[in-house]
């Protein structure tokens, strides 16, 4: 067989005995994209090669070698050919792409239900449809059955959304975003992109666990409006009640039947008692129930009232309690409740009291582990169950025989959220373990994110992007909780690596009230301070305002972004200790962060004197990513202010930085920086090599905000070029990604590029609305540089109507700030050069005195009405 990259695919998917079908399932791609894989028709995108690598088990240290022969950088014939097993599972990184369907077991006794959800789902006019019923009834499951139905028979598939550890609307929007495999980058309202995304896509989107949230008018809302926005999609939620929104269809979740008399022949029929007998063989193999027997299950199914979780639950009691002793087990529970729990619904006594049962079954040590076990959310990893709640494997593989405990894919476990709110409330009967636990639980996600920071800013992004995110509930949770307990030292740790995380992934929406709670609360704590909290507590908030500054300045307030920023500079110069790593790292990354909005608010001279100071603790420290971060923020400032020499030192050296980390995100970033530097240095060429190689890295990435950003380079170029056309089809690509993001300076700093193309295709009106909507966002975020360039296009179309006063007039105010671009100085004393010639001295010198009135707000307020 002939050597290339589709054929070492199919040759090594084969070796683990996998199908096209199920490789597709597990990489949350198209069956047509694996075929075209590995029949050479197209290469992986980056996220997409990196799932391959985890799903093909390539051993870790072959896994970069891999990414390179996926995108071409390497040759083929330089792939081994790898055994099987493959290195063992410890030694791997172990990614969970969000988009798979979780493991369902076989369903029994619910086809009917199963072939009425796939009817109702069918039908044009049901576009959402809840299923009711209470916990432990079966929705879930039934809904996952749904799910893998119509994988099997629907070209567009379908995600199943975990909503149980999500707390409003802001995560649910990133839960479900997370789950279908796209960043969300919008730094206003992000649930507008998703919807965007899902705007011709044919899919059903399954919201599991959402009886917590349908009350939430913002949790509900969404629903509704991603029905609106979107034509082929529809919702299957599971929930506890229903939704109440008009389009709602209702469907209610019964007990399994258990037939009413007591024939031998008709019992081992009822599916609720082949439930019981499945569960109970599977618990003990040796288990054989006589006539007896099966007329005490019949009674059992009856007594949980066919409630499946109850019926797994009872069955695995098998090992210790004969049929009969098991059915009087769950009276006594149920009277028990009737008289002491007066308030719990009839309907619900049953599952409880067999819950309390299954607890009673368990050691000590069982009942310790899965009470600590309550603590994690959306599931946990085998290695923090160990760590953080003593759950060692035998213990695990115990919980997991009786029901307890459910195992997921990759290494990870959770429960279902009735076992987890019962076994969280017996967490909470002893105080001290419950703090005790909970530091603990804080201490091992903080020190997670700490070391898997390095990785992230390497080689290792897209694998360790894929672990963060399948733990993001419980690094929501540990968040909410060092803030709220004076947790300083984990709250530092947490910082920096969820704050990159978010940064790279454009997700200042969640960052802005994330890392604004932490400061609230730290505010609240600073009187109360003992003498070992004196730097840990300032550290950490320093941090928290430093990166809730940033965040504030990605969503173009960066006014209130200065503020934070300015803030955090005073909090840690007052840290005593200034030349401990940890707080010169927290202080270069707030000069930075400040320096860069400094500068693109307009004060170039003290935004470098910041960025100068923040690389200069960077190279101190040894911090290459810091330093190639801020070099392409002082690249930026020195492209503005005409110092494009300068500007290209500062971005090759960022570039040469992130090569060496092996980094595509941050190599993306500085050679479209580099690209726009060739431009403005005449060297087009150089330049669309550079913007044409960053385009095609930030694809690669699936990065929004990077596309947009080469996009935007490829069109100022082309129009440079008079390539009208294409840059006018280019830059509308641009404008549709930054509008649909949300980053204000950016999509005004586009709008005025193709303001300019059009007055070079003389289009003047048109070129007038795009300098108008750029000038309206610039004046509301306070960008005052690319605020004057819009003025100078404004001007520019003066001139194509002839209106010369008017022109001069704006030229003039623009030439007093002192925050104009080096190209926005030239452009302008070029175009007043020309006009003065259509007047006589004194009329000229009349109007530009007129214009001295007025300051450059004003005229901007009076330009856009």
Request: hydrophobic fraction near 40%.
């Amino acid at each position: 067989m002939e050597v290339s990259f589709g054929n070492w695919v199919k040759r090594r998917r084969k070796s683990l005995d996998l199908t096209q079908q199920e490789l597709a399932r597990r990489l949350g791609c198209s069956l047509s994209a694996i075929n075209k894989i590995e029949s050479d028709e197209r290469r992986p995108s980056r996220q997409i090669a990196a799932l391959l690598a985890t799903h093909l088990e390539i051993p870790t240290e072959q896994q970069e070698h891999f990414l390179k022969v996926a995108r071409q950088e390497k040759s083929v014939e330089t792939l081994p050919d790898l055994p099987v097993p493959p290195v063992p599972p410890s030694q791997q990184i172990q990614p969970v792409h969000p988009h798979h369907l979780p493991n369902a077991t076989p369903l029994i006794g619910r086809e009917i239900e199963l072939e009425e959800i796939a009817r109702l789902l069918r039908d044009p006019q049901c576009r959402l449809l809840t299923l009711t019923g209470p916990g432990g009834i079966g929705k879930t499951h039934l809904a996952l059955h749904t799910a893998q139905l119509e994988n099997e028979t629907s070209s567009g598939g379908s995600a199943f959304v975990n909503l149980a550890p999500v707390r409003g609307r802001e995560e649910a929007v990133t839960t479900i975003a997370d789950t279908l495999g796209i960043v969300l980058y919008s730094a206003s309202d992000r649930a507008n992109q998703l919807i965007s995304y899902l705007h011709e896509k044919q899919q059903l989107l399954i919201l599991d666990n959402f009886e917590h949230l349908a009350n939430d008018a913002g949790c509900t809302g969404l629903i509704s409006e991603i029905l609106r926005g979107t034509h082929q999609v529809k919702i299957l939620v599971t929930s506890r009640q229903p939704l109440n929104l008009q389009t709602e269809w209702g469907f209610e979740v019964q007990g399994l039947p258990v037939s009413a008399d007591d024939q031998i022949s008709d019992l081992e029929q009822s599916s609720a008692v082949r439930l019981f007998l499945q569960r109970a063989t599977q618990a003990y193999s040796s288990f054989k129930p006589d006539q007896k027997d099966l007329l005490a299950i019949a009674q059992i199914c009856k007594l949980v009232e066919g409630l499946p979780l109850g019926i797994e639950l009872a069955a695995t009691w098998v090992r210790t309690l004969s049929c009969q002793e098991i059915e009087q087990e769950i009276r006594r529970s149920m009277d028990f409740l009737a008289v002491s729990v007066q308030d719990l619904p009839e309907r619900h006594r049953s599952i409880r009291a067999t819950i309390e049962h299954s607890w009673d079954l368990l050691s000590p040590k069982e009942r310790t582990v899965l009470s600590r076990l309550s603590i994690f959310r959306g599931g946990f990893t085998r290695q923090a169950g160990e760590q953080i709640a003593g759950a060692n494997l035998s213990v695990i593989s115990s919980l997991v025989s009786k029901s307890l405990l459910r195992r997921a894919e990759s290494n990870r476990y959770d429960m279902h959220e009735l076992i987890r709110q019962f076994a969280w409330d017996r967490l909470q009967l002893d105080e001290e373990e419950f703090d005790t636990l909970h530091k603990s639980y804080a201490s091992h996600y903080s020190n997670w994110l700490f070391e898997r920071g390095p990785a992230l800013k390497g080689k290792q992004r897209p694998f360790v992007v894929v672990e963060l995110i399948a733990d993001m509930a419980n690094l929501r949770q540990v968040w909410h909780w060092t803030s709220n307990h004076q947790q300083y030292e984990e709250l530092s740790k947490a910082s920096d690596t969820l704050f990159w995380l978010f940064e790279s992934r454009s997700n200042c929406r969640e960052g802005v009230p994330l890392y604004g709670e932490a400061v609230e609360h730290l505010q609240k704590q600073t009187g109360n301070l003992i003498p070992s909290d004196e730097k840990a507590h300032p550290l950490a908030m320093g941090q928290a305002l430093s990166y809730k500054g940033y965040f504030q300045y990605r969503q173009g307030r960066h006014p209130e972004a200065k503020e934070s920023l300015q803030a955090s500079l005073d909090v840690l110069n007052s840290i005593q200790d200034q030349n401990a790593p940890d707080v010169q790292i927290a202080l270069s990354n707030a000069l930075i962060f400040l320096g860069t909005i400094t500068a693109v608010m307009g004060d170039f001279s003290q935004g470098d004197l910041y960025l100068q100071e923040g690389l200069a603790l960077k190279k101190k420290l040894g911090d290459a990513w810091g330093s190639a971060f801020c070099l392409r923020q002082i690249g930026v400032s020195a492209q503005y202010q005409g110092d494009y020499e300068r500007a290209r030192q500062a971005l090759e050296e960022s570039l040469t930085i992130s090569r060496d980390l092996g980094n595509t995100w941050s190599i993306a970033a500085s050679l479209n920086q580099l690209g726009y530097i060739a431009y403005f240095r005449g060297r087009y060429e150089q330049a669309q090599q550079y913007l044409l190689e960053g385009l095609e890295l930030s694809r690669q990435l699936e990065d929004r905000a990077s596309i947009a950003v080469a996009l935007d380079g490829l069109g100022f170029l082309y129009a440079a070029q008079a390539n009208y056309s294409e840059a006018k089809k280019i830059l509308q690509e641009s404008i549709n990604l930054w509008t649909e993001i949300g980053e204000q300076g950016n999509l005004a700093q586009t709008l005025n590029h193709m303001g300019n193309t059009l007055l070079g295709m003389k289009e003047g009106e048109k070129a007038r609305l795009h300098f108008l909507k750029a000038l309206r966002v610039a004046l509301d975020a306070k960008i005052t540089p690319v605020m004057l360039d819009a003025m100078i296009g404004e001007a520019e179309v003066h001139i194509l109507g002839t209106d010369l006063e008017r022109a001069l007039e704006i030229l003039t105010v623009v030439n007093t700030s002192s925050s104009k671009s080096q190209t926005a100085k030239d452009r302008a004393k070029k175009l007043i050069v020309a006009i003065e010639k259509e007047f006589s001295k004194p009329r000229a010198e009349e109007i530009k005195l007129q214009a001295r009135n007025k300051n450059v707000n004003e005229l901007a307020a009076e330009m856009i009405g």
